[in-house]
């Protein structure tokens, strides 16, 4: 994701133990949490990529808005996430 510029950076927390119902079950998974910092404007294209990669029918892809932050680290975000020329 960091390398097509879709998210500035990830961070990986792992492993993490989940519980979740699916298939009418109660389900327990070793999961990877990953936290990737993007812009609203790239959600919907690193959204794609993450469903396209990723192993479940449906995978946990959220937004969490970003109340406040530093100047200089919000504009660091949207220059790592803005595709080079012809991207």
Known sequence: MVGQRLAAD???IAPIESTYWWA?????SEEWLLLMKTTVERFENLARRVRELHSYEVP???????VAGTADYLEW???????ASGA
Do not use: D, F, N
Not at 24 to 28: D, L, P, T
Not at 60 to 66: D, R, Y
């Open 24 to 28: 009418g079950e109660i389900q327990r």
């Open 10 to 12: 990830c961070q990986i």
């Open 77 to 83: 975000i949207r220059r790592e996430t803005t595709p």
């Open 60 to 66: 946990q892809i959220v937004a969490v808005a970003l």
